[in-house]
């Protein structure tokens, strides 16, 4: 139990560490607001591609064996993507906060918050098929975000313009030059490999730091209700349904582990940006990014737990 425990603690407390590093340095003002935009601009353009691209380039990755595990998060995701639609409908009244609950339920910060932890306690595993399943998991959440987003504020799905939002997104970009590189044996110049190994490295760090500095309480509006329910339904609802699903398809170990850091993490900080540029309630994303944030670092610890003490990795 005490072994349980410890490994636990180790996986989740230094995301909690950096994250509260970030809160501090806004709160002494070492980071403001213009700052935490540019450098999340910078993450998700540069970093975050190098961070996926890496983690496919020269790694051995077996269609056979893990084709059933990437298939099963797909289809969970797009499961849970729709159960969401008349259970939001049910319980909000308002079309503009719907779309923004829809997301907030099921957008994942799997890059900041998942992978450090999957490689905290898997080590230097060949994750490949973990990539290959989130790239699979970015272009759902991308293309049906859109949608939920137009369906609620009564406008019509342009195809035109979801498939050049998927197609232009770099993280997506990244992953397939990966997978291309992956499965022909190309290789690039090792000045080149050296450095996006680099900045995909330092990606995580900086991301926790600026999740940290994103949290602000201050500006929680007046829609507790609905950021209770979403909060729930995003650390709680989806990790559970995900990892008993997983129990009953026989996945254990590393997949194990995996289905709880693509399922369980926060919503993306993203999630606010889709919310307030498509005519949704981009606060009540906001607030539902704030409050996850602050809560994921002890609800996975709590997650890896008891999938720990019941043996399933």
């Known amino acids: 139990m005490l072994s349980n425990f410890l490994l636990s603690f180790e996986a989740v407390c230094p995301m909690f560490l950096i994250i509260a590093a970030g809160y501090a340095a806004k709160k002494l003002g070492m980071i403001d607001d ?8 910078v993450l998700f353009n540069i970093a975050f591609p190098c961070t996926c691209f890496k983690s496919l380039y020269g790694a051995e990755f077996d269609l056979s064996s893990d084709a059933g595990f990437i298939i099963y998060c797909w289809v969970v995701a797009l499961v849970c993507w729709i159960l969401a639609c ?7 009244k308002c079309n503009k906060r719907r779309g923004a609950m829809v997301q907030a339920m099921n957008r994942t910060n799997y890059l900041v918050i998942g992978l450090p932890i999957l490689h905290s306690i898997c080590g230097d595993t ?5 990539t290959v399943a989130l790239s699979g998991l970015i272009l759902i959440s991308n293309v049906i975000s859109i949608v ?8 019509k799905p342009e195809p035109k313009h979801m498939a050049r939002s998927v197609f232009i997104n770099p ?6 030059l990966g997978i291309v590189t992956m499965v022909t044996g190309i290789t690039i110049p ?4 050296s450095a996006a190994s680099s900045l995909g490295g330092a990606a995580t760090p900086i991301a926790l730091l600026m999740i940290g500095a994103s949290i602000d309480f201050k500006h929680m509006g007046d829609s507790i209700k609905p950021v209770i329910i979403c909060v729930t339904g995003k650390l709680i609802i989806l ?6 699903g997983g129990v009953l398809m026989g996945f254990r170990g590393v997949e194990f582990v995996a289905l709880l850091i693509l399922f369980g993490p926060s919503p993306t900080t993203t999630s606010y940006t889709v919310a307030d540029q498509m005519g949704s309630d981009g606060d009540l994303a906001r607030d539902c990014v704030v409050i996850a944030s602050a809560l994921v670092a002890f609800t996975m610890f709590l997650w890896i737990f008891l999938f720990r003490s019941l043996g399933m990795f």
Not at 148 to 155: A, C, I, Y
Not at 239 to 244: D, F, R
């Open 86 to 92: 008349p259970l939001v409908m049910k319980i909000e």
């Open 171 to 176: 993280i997506i970009l990244a992953t397939l």
């Open 190 to 193: 090792a000045p080149l490999a």
């Open 239 to 244: 990790p559970l349904i995900a990892a008993a």
């Open 148 to 155: 939920v987003m137009e369906l609620f504020r009564g406008g």
């Open 126 to 130: 060949e994750l490949a098929f973990v």
């Open 34 to 41: 213009r700052a935490l935009r540019q450098v999340n601009k």
